[in-house]
């Protein structure tokens, strides 16, 4: 079929005729609510995966490179006040910078769900942390939201809260 399209369109170029053919393309619709961009979820996922890895291996300059720091960015945690970026980059370098081991880091009922360029990650974190002789047990439901930019995905917003403990019976 293109190659009969080609013929018409050379064959009335050489009588000095042009003929215009318009095709009608139906445009994509994204549903940003239902969709699953899974290419884009492996990404996200990729980018925690790494985030994680640089906690284990104490790279702290990597860590924040996955933060997109700005008048936008935000952060709760345990029922305080909003912190801004510059907030949030010193209790992280102050945090994990006197992690002296990470015996465990566990992101149970992890989600991931993007919306075209933003993306939401949803766990619960069994993060089990040495500073010192002194372990720290991190059970917090977290949320992590990023954007994407020119650089992969980066977080805008962290909210971390205290994972409350249900009774057995």
């Not at 170029?13 to 318009?22: H, L, M, R, S």
């Not at 925690?48 to 300059?61: N, P, T, Y």
């Not at 209790?91 to 006197?98: K, V, Y």
């Not at 993007?114 to 047990?137: E, M, P, Q, R, W």
Request: charged share 30%; with cysteine.
């Amino acid at each position: 079929m293109l190659l009969i399209f080609g013929m018409i369109i050379i064959g009335c170029k050489q009588n000095g005729k042009t003929i215009e053919v318009a095709i009608k393309v139906d445009p994509v619709k994204i549903d940003l609510v239902k969709d699953e961009f899974p290419d884009a979820k492996k990404e996200v996922m990729e980018t925690f995966e790494a985030i994680a890895q640089s906690i284990k291996d104490g790279d702290i300059d990597k860590l924040i490179s996955f933060h997109a720091y700005g008048p936008k960015f935000t952060e709760f945690k345990n029922g305080a006040f909003r912190n801004d970026g510059e907030a949030n980059e010193a209790h992280e370098r102050s945090l994990f910078g006197a992690v002296t081991e990470v015996i465990k880091f566990d992101a149970k009922d992890l989600q991931i769900a993007v919306y075209g360029d933003v993306a939401n990650l949803t766990f619960h974190s069994d993060i089990h942390l040495k500073f010192g002789d002194d372990l720290v047990i991190v059970n917090d439901q977290i949320t992590l939201l990023f954007v994407k930019t020119d650089t992969g995905w980066k977080m805008v917003h962290e909210h971390h809260s205290p994972l409350k403990k249900i009774a057995e019976k």
